[in-house]
């Protein structure tokens, strides 16, 4: 048989053993080598995971928003501090708590999005505070692991009630900024109107006074005239003269002159009350007060609102009633408050307007009532608010009674509504006798002059 080869022929054991650990401390070397590497590199690592911690943790903190984590079975596992501040609760109180108890049952359809970890944007929930809840506008997107397997939900959502109360508060500018601008173009309006009517009165002032004063002459002159004839009817005058008299009925003419110059003058008089009632009328634009007749003005507004309406009216009023204000003003109101009434009862089959006037020393009390359906009771509260109307389209702005209401409270008075016991509605109108403090008396203007 031959022998095998030996591997370390040539070397003694001492040579064998050497090379042995030589070859070990080798390795040995290699191992630990690797392991600094993997030192190195694992520090690194966690150099680089802490600052993504770090990163995260930043941008939690800056967060405005509400940032919410869940798990599969919808427990919260991760949040940032905007959810503590807004519900009142601390991180223990948080931590593995049920999404679902954050939140409104009526936000159910949500919370169903959320426990099928589906995706959804810009829905509206309201998260359960302590003191209050808050509506917020969340996006939820299902969270991944590295596998792309979901794991639960996140929930990123904006708090919006400040931006609804900014909204509102636009809302309401922008309402106000509409009201001062139809307020504006009615007191353009009526200053239009005032001036042409101040205009109107003016021009028929001197033409009416002529006719005025020569309808008084004139029956003076009459009654020369009837002296004159009855002296002639005592003298004894020429058959051909008699029968002239006779033919041109100079005594039926003679009895006929006082009547007829008296119907021209109360003509007059009564186109001399309407110059000043288109005087008094345009008064209202200027911004003085000055005293006038209350009843004068409601029998003003009653012949120009109602005299083309079939209605029976009932009116308690006293022969006069002075105070102090702006009669244009008060005319204004007057007049819208009758012809809303008139317009709820048109059509009724006996349509009936009552107006009393009454005072206590201090105040002045108008009672405007109709027998119609009344005010809706869900309107009553907000009847005084622009734009607030139960006309149909066209018949009305919503203004008048806002407008109206503005005026009383301007000169210290109160205008409120009411249902009546009996049916229909009820305005009832205060003001006071003397004005109030503050306000500036102007000299009522005498005689029918007025100035353009």
């Not at 596998?147 to 639960?152: D, E, I, L, S």
């Not at 008084?216 to 009817?233: G, I, M, Q, T």
């Not at 006779?246 to 008296?262: A, C, F, H, V, Y």
């Not at 005299?307 to 204004?332: F, N």
């Amino acid at each position: 048989m031959s022998a095998e080869p030996s591997d370390n022929l040539g070397l003694d054991p001492q040579e064998m053993t050497e090379a042995a650990w030589v070859e070990v401390i080798q390795q040995m070397e290699q191992v630990y080598s690797n392991l600094i590497s993997y030192q190195v590199e694992l520090e690194q690592k966690n150099r680089e995971l802490e600052e993504a911690n770090q990163l995260i943790s930043s941008v939690q903190r800056a967060m405005t928003e509400v940032l919410m984590v869940t798990d599969l079975s919808g427990k919260l596992i991760q949040h940032n501090e905007p959810l503590e501040q807004m519900t009142g609760r601390d991180r223990i109180e948080l931590a593995q708590r049920d999404i679902a108890s954050l939140f409104s049952p009526e936000d159910h359809q949500v919370l169903t999005l959320v426990k099928q970890h589906k995706e959804f944007s810009q829905r509206e929930v309201t998260l359960l505070g302590i003191d209050e809840n808050l509506p917020l506008i969340v996006t939820g997107n299902p969270l991944l692991d590295s596998n792309r397997q979901v794991q639960g939900m996140v929930l990123v959502g904006r708090e919006v009630s400040e931006l609804r109360r900014a909204y509102e508060d636009l809302a309401t500018s922008l309402q106000e900024l509409k009201l001062t601008q139809q307020q504006l173009v009615n007191s353009e309006k009526m200053a239009s109107l005032g001036r042409l009517v101040a205009g109107v009165a003016h021009e028929l002032n001197n033409p009416i006074s002529f006719v005025y004063g020569n309808t008084h002459v004139l029956s003076e002159y009459c009654k020369r005239f009837s002296a004159f004839f009855e002296l002639l009817d005592q003298a004894s005058l020429p058959e051909s003269l008699l029968e002239a008299k006779q033919g041109l009925k100079i005594d039926k003419t003679l009895r006929d002159l006082p009547s007829l110059l008296e119907g021209t003058t109360e003509g007059v008089e009564r186109v001399r009350d309407i110059v000043m009632d288109l005087r008094q009328f345009s008064s209202g634009q200027q911004q003085e007060f000055r005293p006038f007749d209350l009843v004068r003005i409601i029998n003003t507004t009653l012949r120009w609102v109602t005299k083309e309406h079939p209605i029976e009216l009932h009116c308690r009023l006293p022969d006069a009633l002075e105070l102090v204000g702006h009669p244009g003003r008060i005319h204004q109101v007057l007049m819208n408050l009758v012809q809303n009434s008139l317009d709820v009862i048109e059509g009724l089959e006996k349509p009936q307007l009552w107006i009393d006037l009454d005072s206590d020393g201090e105040n002045a009390r108008v009672v405007v009532r109709d027998n119609g359906p009344g005010i809706d009771e869900t309107i009553l509260p907000q009847v005084f608010e622009p734009f607030v109307t139960t006309k149909e389209t066209g018949k009305g702005t919503g203004l008048g009674l806002s407008l109206s209401y503005s005026f009383v409270r301007n000169h210290g008075g109160e205008l409120s509504a009411a249902n009546h016991s009996e049916g229909g509605a009820e305005f009832t109108l205060i003001l006071p006798l003397q004005g109030f403090e503050g306000c500036r008396i102007e000299s009522a203007p005498a005689g029918l002059e007025v100035s353009s």
